[in-house]
């Protein structure tokens, strides 16, 4: 087991990322919702609009699959997977460039300034507590993805590990954002948590089956996003 690990997942952890809700708190007040693909296997979704909200379990569970197949699987996951060969492989132009072109890749202006916001925060906390020489080469500031690979690959976490571990607090994240917008009870949210955490290990396997590159094509999250600046009041900044 390894503790820096642990530490650097831990909810405890000063990135400042229980103030984004990702656009899961615009879903809840004006019904984006996330419904499987009939024309798929039902392990991938597709996002939707209808006239319900996300506001009940059921709801974040299609958020959650979503989260995961779509933003972790196709994007994020990805991003960390890259970042953390380039830092052990001390490629820092294939670095930078792969943090360009994930901030440049997201629709949403506010999905790349929390994503940069927290990345930034990580980076900045994990120098203090543990000084190693390739941080230095990261961009500053960088995007989350980016920043979670560096420490792990600088603190001898596992490749595989490292993306499995980043899905974990996105997830958790999201799960911890839910609970304080919808009515649920925390039993009731962390079955959601632990059903969307069994998806984890095939989703990265699957991940790492394909080629090496990122993607984004997720519109209800994006413009749950975009929209979630002009709700009448809120609790997240995104």
């Given at each position: 087991?390894?503790?820096?690990?642990?530490?650097?997942?831990?909810?405890?952890?000063?990135?400042?990322?229980?103030?984004?809700?990702?656009?899961l708190e615009s879903?809840?007040?004006?019904?984006?919702?996330?419904?499987?693909?009939?024309?798929?296997?039902?392990?991938?979704?597709?996002?939707?609009?209808?006239?319900?909200?996300?506001?009940?379990?059921?709801?974040?569970?299609?958020?959650?699959?979503?989260?995961?197949?779509?933003?972790?699987?196709?994007?994020?996951?990805?991003?960390?997977?890259?970042?953390?060969?380039?830092?052990?492989?001390?490629?820092?132009?294939?670095?930078?460039?792969?943090?360009?072109?994930?901030?440049?890749?997201?629709?949403?202006?506010?999905?790349?300034?929390?994503?940069?916001?927290?990345?930034?925060?990580?980076?900045?906390?994990?120098?203090?507590?543990?000084?190693?020489?390739?941080?230095?080469?990261?961009?500053?500031?960088?995007?989350?993805?980016?920043?979670?690979?560096?420490?792990?690959?600088?603190?001898?976490?596992?490749?595989?590990?490292?993306?499995?571990?980043?899905?974990?607090?996105r997830l958790a994240?999201?799960?911890?954002?839910?609970?304080?917008?919808?009515?649920?009870?925390?039993?009731?949210?962390?079955?959601?948590?632990?059903?969307?955490?069994?998806?984890?290990?095939?989703?990265?396997?699957?991940?790492?089956?394909?080629?090496?590159?990122?993607?984004?094509?997720?519109?209800?999250?994006?413009?749950?996003?975009?929209?979630?600046?002009?709700?009448?009041?809120?609790?997240?900044?995104?």
């Amino acid at each position: 087991m390894n503790l820096s690990l642990l530490h650097l997942c831990d909810s405890l952890f000063p990135i400042g990322a229980f103030a984004y809700s990702d656009g899961l708190e615009s879903a809840a007040d004006t019904g984006v919702r996330l419904v499987s693909d009939p024309c798929q296997t039902g392990v991938r979704l597709v996002s939707d609009w209808c006239l319900t909200p996300v506001r009940d379990a059921e709801g974040l569970r299609y958020w959650l699959d979503a989260v995961l197949d779509e933003s972790i699987g196709r994007l994020e996951g990805p991003a960390v997977w890259l970042a953390w060969l380039a830092v052990v492989d001390h490629d820092w132009r294939a670095l930078a460039s792969l943090d360009e072109e994930l901030t440049a890749i997201r629709p949403a202006s506010a999905s790349r300034a929390a994503s940069r916001s927290t990345g930034h925060r990580l980076l900045t906390t994990w120098r203090a507590l543990h000084p190693d020489d390739r941080l230095s080469h990261l961009p500053a500031p960088c995007s989350l993805p980016i920043a979670f690979a560096a420490a792990c690959a600088c603190a001898g976490i596992d490749r595989r590990e490292s993306v499995e571990a980043y899905a974990y607090t996105r997830l958790a994240c999201t799960v911890s954002a839910a609970m304080r917008l919808l009515p649920l009870g925390q039993t009731e949210a962390h079955a959601e948590l632990a059903r969307a955490l069994e998806r984890v290990p095939p989703v990265v396997e699957a991940m790492t089956m394909r080629s090496n590159s990122i993607e984004s094509f997720s519109p209800a999250l994006d413009v749950a996003a975009m929209t979630q600046q002009y709700l009448h009041s809120r609790l997240f900044r995104s």
